[in-house]
Every structure is written in C-alpha cells, then in structure tokens.
C-alpha cells in the first residue's frame, strides 16, 4: 500500500471513529449507585434519591414540569457558597417540602408544603449551602426540621463545596 493510501485510511478511520461513543457497558456490570441523601434524624435514618442540581442552569430548572416524583425521591440543590437562598414555584406542578441546610450537613430551616405553581418567594431567612426539595409532607413524616443531620453518598465530590 502506498503513503499516500494509507494516510488516506488512517485519515478516513480516524474521521469516522472522532464521533463514536464509548463501548456500551459491561452488560453483567450494575449501573452506577443513585446519589442520596440520608437524613440521620429521631426515628432513624431515611434516605433519599435525589437528582444534584450543582450549577446554575440545573438550579434554574430545579423540578418544573415534573407532574409526580416518587416517594423518597427529590433534588438537592448545591450552591457554590453559604448564603441565604430563595425559591418560588413557578411551573412546579408537585406541592414540596424544602429542607435548607448549611455547609456542616445539618438541617437550618424548612419550608413546608410549598404551594405549586406561584411566584411568591420561600426562604428561612438564613444562610445554606444545601436544598434539599421532597414531596410535601416528607418532613414531617420523618421528623426532619432545624438540627438534623445528613449525610451525602454517591455525590461526585467535584461538586461538593
């Protein structure tokens, strides 16, 4: 084969190979473990699935549109620094409970029972680093309220403050 050919189908293979996606996933290998939060609270520790909202645009979104969310399911929210954080419900479909937290992991405040789909804005009047957001009625279920505990698993720590 000539230089000139081979540059060609080097040159070819690698234009075609530029885009491809990785190799799919060893098909007997588990998914990855969904990121919680587990609140360590009086009647034991409850943990929560939640989706990580770490920059400004997945902050922004937050859980509008969503019409259900599972039982111990919700959104932490992860800000770059401590301050004090408002929220509004504007096309949030689903009533809410918002648990405010600081950069110590504990539990500074709640919003209980967020109504849906209003522009009033909620907040506890003091800094946090964290916002956890659950179904309405989660905290009190679960006697989550100011200086409760929690822990984070399965949260890359890159986006950990």
Do not use: Q
Request: proline fraction near 7%.
């Amino acid at each position: 084969m000539s230089r000139a050919v081979a540059i060609a189908v080097a040159v070819v293979l690698c234009c075609c190979n530029s885009g491809a996606e990785s190799p799919p996933a060893d098909p007997g290998s588990a998914p990855p473990p969904a990121p919680r939060v587990v609140f360590h609270t009086a009647l034991g520790d409850v943990a929560v699935t939640v989706e990580v909202a770490d920059d400004a645009a997945t902050r922004a979104r937050g859980l509008m549109y969503r019409t259900a969310l599972d039982p111990n399911a919700g959104m932490i929210f992860i800000f770059p620094n401590e301050s004090e954080h408002s929220f509004w419900m504007k096309n949030t479909y689903i009533a809410l409970d918002m648990i405010f937290a600081d950069a110590n992991k504990n539990v500074v405040g709640v919003v209980r029972n967020a109504e849906p789909l209003t522009e009033t804005a909620r907040s506890i009047g003091v800094p946090s680093l964290y916002v956890i957001e659950v179904n309405a009625g989660f905290a009190d279920r679960h006697a989550i309220d100011t200086g409760v505990g929690f822990s984070l698993e399965n949260v890359a720590a890159t986006t950990l403050r």
